[in-house]
């Protein structure tokens, strides 16, 4: 095989010498347009009263924050008042302001492991808006919140954040332009929004006439006007609160020959002290009605660690097929015990419990520690089977371990392609930590192994590194204490990725040498190779070329030796990288053309990689002098980047193309190529690259 890269496959693609500004990637065809987001949930047919608050929010919609940034308004009161029914019928009076859309999302104060982050409501809100539709979102904090602010600058947007924890969720979503709003709903006051010029508004039970009206129109007024007295007696027991008056309903509409006192709960046993809440004493009625079958079905949903629960996790989680459990599901909903929060792409509706509901439903039946735990591992077989199917179809290459049983068989999750897969990762993202906390509880440390390897395609693709680290720390902790020193060897590499990406540089050598170690003893050439390499790799990134090229180097020699062509490609390319860095240009090209070589020829394709080595011999073409040959490879690559659809190395090799004309000494054609990078970087909200690309672009224009 021939492992040159010649003038007659690469210079032809472009005639290098005529270049004179940046080359452009032709788009594909164009995509349909994007739909105005209208996620505002329908007001419900039986919303009652609220006059009051509704006119008194709306007059206070037209004051402007000193700072320039949107109105706030914070709905405040107990659970169940009615605080999302407010905000909702408030956004469907004033939507006509807000023409590029009406944006919802949950901030889950009480969900299993813990309040949504900023960053995850970001990430959702801009999805919404149409942005990640053909290359991945940044997974960054600070990253996703610019974004999230760029965009809203633009835009004239209603906002809704339901069921705020602490003023920390929402400060950093604050639209950016007075044209938008956010609505905000919280139990609590929020006082670090005052500072903003936020307006609480605190939200009261329902008066009495009010909650006979409620009443009325969920059962009827024939029906309520044949016994006012027992219709009386049931608002003032439930205490005017619209969730508890709506459950004790919904369970009367489902049986219509029930008398309205019916919808009150049992007395309590002599001594027994009643709750002192109403939504409480009407979740509990409402428990009280359900067959075993729903009892046990909820009990179950509500004892899985996940923060939300679809279809397929539903099943698993509860021990039952799809067909049950749609049925089920169906029928809660439908007495108002479980909500339908959205739907997300692959996953399909997702449904959440109310707090009260929650912990009601978590005291009904079989002893809770066995029913938690066929919860737990019903949910958690769902993960690792469907993880697995990722991991399959996304990274064919990565070494994954074994399963461990986890007792009664799941039905899979089935993907159709590669799209489908990456967005069920993206859409499972936020039950990640809840998942790993539960696995590392579980009692077995191959289940939080599992799962953690598993997961790596979510963030090889996502680069989510906080939660990263936090996974294969939690890994690492399950393998040390498992004592299988292959899963520890898995742990540590991985980890040390991780912390490369979050420039950790030190700690990542440290994991990354405990695995190499423990590859040696266990005469395992390839996993002392790969383990090399990733120290190699660590100082790279880092820029420490001269000790780069040592590991690497060795990695280079034990894959040769393996026959591991795809191994000794990866090695081949940084260590060429970081030779012709250093100036060693005579060693680092015939390194890098065998590198592309062999990673070209691979059984199984890698283009990715293929086209960064690519990338790196255009690179030393250029530290070599060799600047058309330069040209012509970076532009290759850049093309071939822009095939498989990853935007880093498309600005990466934009940037790789600047420099490479700054070193021939075109200044002029080296700015072109520096802003089209800039403006690649900033489309990918990457501080850290957009700022190294300014102090270019400064660096020569002062020239």
Not at 93 to 122: C, F, H, K, S, W
Request: glycine share 10%; proline share 7%; hydrophobic share 45%.
């Amino acid at each position: 095989m021939n492992n040159t890269v010649g003038t007659s496959s690469v210079a032809t693609a472009v005639q290098a010498g005529s270049i004179t500004g940046g080359v452009h990637l032709h788009p594909g065809p164009p995509s349909l347009p994007i739909p105005v987001p209208r996620q505002l949930a329908p007001i419900p047919a039986v919303f009652t009263d609220r006059e009051e608050a509704l006119l008194s929010l709306e007059a206070a919609l037209g004051r402007t924050p000193a700072d320039g940034t949107a109105p706030v308004v914070v709905i405040t009161g107990p659970d169940g008042v009615g605080k999302r029914a407010l905000a909702t019928k408030l956004g469907h009076q004033i939507q006509d302001r807000y023409p590029d859309g009406q944006l919802v999302a949950r901030l889950r104060a009480d969900a299993p492991g813990g309040p949504a982050t900023a960053a995850e409501v970001a990430r959702s809100l801009l999805r919404a808006l149409g942005l990640g539709e053909h290359s991945p979102l940044p997974w960054a904090e600070q990253d996703l919140i610019g974004l999230w602010r760029s965009e809203t600058a633009r835009r004239r947007l209603l906002v809704v954040l339901e069921d705020a924890a602490d003023a920390g969720q929402v400060l950093p979503l604050i639209p950016a332009t007075p044209g938008c709003l956010l609505v905000v709903t919280s139990r609590d006051p929020l006082p670090a929004l005052l500072a903003h010029g936020a307006l609480h508004r605190r939200l009261n039970p329902l008066a009495a006439e009010h909650g006979l009206r409620l009443l009325s129109r969920i059962v009827g007024e024939e029906r309520t006007g044949r016994d006012p007295d027992g219709a009386a007696a049931l608002v003032g027991f439930h205490g005017g609160m619209p969730l508890a008056i709506a459950l004790a309903a919904a369970d009367l509409v489902l049986q219509p020959d029930l008398p309205l006192r019916a919808g009150l709960p049992a007395p309590a046993p002599s001594g027994a002290n009643r709750s002192e809440s109403p939504v409480r004493d009407a979740v509990d009625t409402a428990l009280a009605h359900l067959s075993p079958q729903e009892a046990g079905f909820l009990r179950r949903l509500a004892l899985a660690p996940a923060p939300d629960l679809d279809l397929a996790s539903s099943a698993a989680a509860t021990g039952t097929t799809r067909d049950q459990a749609r049925g089920l599901l169906a029928e809660l909903v439908a007495r108002g015990l479980l909500d339908t929060a959205r739907r997300a792409a692959v996953r399909g509706d997702l449904y959440t419990l109310r707090p009260a509901v929650r912990t009601a439903a978590i005291g009904v039946g079989a002893p809770t520690r066995l029913a938690a735990h066929e919860a737990s591992t019903g949910y958690l077989t769902h993960l690792l089977q469907t993880a697995r199917a990722c991991a399959q179809l996304l990274t064919p290459h990565h070494r994954v371990l074994p399963r461990p049983p986890l007792g009664r068989p799941v039905e899979p999750v089935r993907f159709t392609n590669r799209n489908e897969a990456l967005a069920w990762l993206e859409a499972i993202a936020p039950a990640v930590g809840p998942a790993m906390i539960a696995a590392v509880d579980c009692g077995d440390p191959a289940i939080a192994c599992a799962l953690a390897s598993d997961l790596w395609p979510l963030f090889h693709y996502y680069r989510d590194v906080p939660m990263w680290i936090l996974v294969y720390e939690a890994g690492l902790r399950a393998a040390l204490r498992w004592g299988d020193p292959m899963v520890i060897r898995e742990m540590s590499s991985t980890l040390a990725l991780g912390l490369v990406a979050a420039g950790r540089l030190k700690e990542a050598a440290t994991h990354y040498s405990r695995a190499a170690a423990l590859a040696q003893s266990a005469g395992d050439r390839a996993g002392v190779a790969q383990y090399t390499s990733g120290i190699g790799a660590a100082l790279h990134d880092a820029g420490f070329n001269d000790e780069a090229q040592s590991f690497l180097g060795e990695a280079h020699s034990l894959y040769t030796d393996l026959d591991d062509r795809r191994g000794a490609g990866l090695a081949g390319l940084l260590l060429g990288s970081a030779a012709a860095r250093q100036g060693h240009v005579d060693f680092a090209l015939p390194v890098l053309r065998m590198a592309r070589a062999d990673l070209t020829g691979l059984q199984t394709p890698d283009p990715l990689n293929a086209a960064r080595a690519l990338a790196y011999l255009g690179e030393g073409y250029s530290f070599a002098g060799q600047h058309d040959l330069a040209v012509a490879a970076l532009v290759e690559a850049r093309r071939e980047f822009a095939d498989v659809g990853h935007r880093p190395w498309v600005a990466r090799s934009t940037e790789f193309l600047g420099q490479a004309a700054e070193r021939s000494g075109q200044p002029g054609v080296a700015l072109g190529w520096y802003t089209a990078s800039l403006d690649q970087y900033t489309g990918l909200t990457s501080t850290r690259d957009v700022k190294r690309l300014n102090d270019r672009i400064a660096a020569v224009s002062l020239a």
